[in-house]
């Protein structure tokens, strides 16, 4: 009996408890993080979503884009275009599927429940789950090459530190203190609520985007003018079998694909927005100027180095070092290099806590709503890493990155299906009440499962696997199609599931699909948003009842809102 009580006690100790009064129930499908965000937490104005996307730019990965496309025989021309075509085409995705949210202030999680049933949900929440685990320790790994290098700027003896590992650990020290460093750091900012981000990305922004911009100048005004890279004109290999438009194409795809991650979670930050043109403005701003501008400025100072030193450095890390001669050079070339690195290392900070961190709190949230919510579950993301050992990942399987680095594949047709359904088939209409329960709710269909969204899902992946593996695997010659189709992979996956799914849904039609509630029940709405929408605020509906649909019913001296909701 002691026992019990005690197991009574912990378990009472850890639920989490939410203000009723607010509808913050705590059960299997609802907490206060899942729930329609009320007016009271939408604190992100158009800088908060410009700031979002910079975070996403002002890197590393993006600072390097243009060598991809270099490398895989394309001018310099022919890559930006390839940069502005695959920045407008994530834009534009990334606002349509953010829509949800901006209407209805849900987010990904309780988003896929209308469209693939209560239970079957999961498949999708499971996968961005993997996702964040992994991609979380890989950017922690990243981040702590930039802290080696600010440790070196600082104290130059750090570059020359024994490796204390054996031969069968690949890494050394040198990398292990660096990561060790950037996770410990990063811990804190875990704390933070997505409603308080403005601060760190103004800091993120103001840091970092002037720091490239200082970089970029001081190379070009260093070499007196570009190097030959600038100039850099199409190499495609004599014998290829690919011409310079299906490299363009794939180049597309991959820029796309790149960040389907973060297009398909979009409404877990959209919901934040105090208005839907602030999400568009600071987005559409963002994402296509930053994101263009930061390859831009990669690309100058990578061809203005190159005449200072007589090589390429793509990399900023190992650029950075060769700028202070491994922390042999002036002090003044140290502190430069300083103030870049650790630049770059707050962006890639907090780009990892925002698109990876707390991503993942919110997934794991949806998973385990009694126990986890947004904070607790980016802790358990972040507590990950360490698990998942992104040493062994880097440096060994560089396959399993590459198959991460595709997984776009898979979450393409996932977000043709939720296009399809929000905007063909329910017409931008979600009950929000039927969202948080399984009893007399139109989103159970055949217990807790949508059948119709898994063919379609399969059937969007199906004809681009097979160009994934064989790309991953290097074959010298794969099959034509193949490898077309995967060069296709993200648009194929989309219409594809689309179609499939909107076709399914004619054949085998699911009743009220338009439907919403007439009230709002969760006090989600302002009275404009209320009038737009199409509700009637749960404060104005005195002298009717208003059942578990959310429907009126006569008049009555009260309203009642059943399971839980009053």
Known sequence: MALKRRIRGFNAGVRLKGNEE????????????????????????WF???????????NVANWQTPSTYLTMGLSVRQAMAVIIIGRFLI???STLIAWCGLKWHIGFT????????????????????????????????????LCTVCITAIWPSFARIPNTFGPNMPTTTYEFVGFVVFWFLSTPFLWLRPEKFRVPFLIVCTWCG???????????????GLGPLWNEGTKIPAGSQWSSSWIMMAGINQSVGSLAAGITNGSDFSRYATRRRSYVIGTVLSCIVTGVLVSLIGLITAAACQKIYGEIYWNPPDLLMVMMDS????????????????????????????GNAVAGGIDLAGLFPRYIDIRRGAIITFLAAWIVQP?????????????????????????????????????????LSHLYRTKDTSYWFWKGVNWRAIPAWICGFAPTIGGLVVTVRMDPNPPRALVQLYYMAFLIGFFISATIFYGLNLAFPVP????????????????????????????????MAVDETGFRHGSVDHVTVEDGKK
Request: proline share 4%.
């Open 48 to 58: 908060n979503f410009f700031g979002f996307w910079a975070i996403g730019s002002l």
């Open 110 to 145: 309780v988003q896929n429940r209308y469209s693939w049933g209560m239970r079957a949900s999961y498949i999708p929440l499971l996968q961005r789950v993997m996702l964040n685990f992994i991609w979380n320790a890989v950017q922690c790994w990243n981040g702590g090459l």
């Open 91 to 93: 834009a534009g995705f």
């Open 327 to 354: 922390g042999n050079g002036s002090s003044k070339a140290r502190a430069g290099v300083f103030f870049l690195s650790a630049g770059f290392a707050f962006t890639a900070m907090f780009e990892n806590i925002c």
């Open 391 to 431: 040493w062994q990942l880097i440096n060994r399987a560089t396959t399993f990155i590459a198959v991460l680095s595709s997984f776009s594949v898979f979450l393409a047709p996932i977000i043709g299906i939720m296009a399809c359904d929000y905007y063909l088939l329910r017409k931008r209409r979600v009950r």
């Open 210 to 224: 002037l720091g490239m911009f200082v970089w970029m100048i001081w190379a070009v005004a260093t070499a007196h």
């Open 512 to 543: 009220d699909m338009d439907q919403y509630d007439e009230i709002d029940v969760y006090g989600t709405f302002t009275p404009q948003e209320a009038r737009r929408v199409g509700v009637m605020p749960l404060d104005e509906t005195d002298g």
């Open 22 to 45: 607010l509808h913050e129930q705590t059960d299997a499908w609802s907490n206060r993080d899942l729930i329609p965000l009320p007016p009271s937490r939408r604190t992100w104005g």
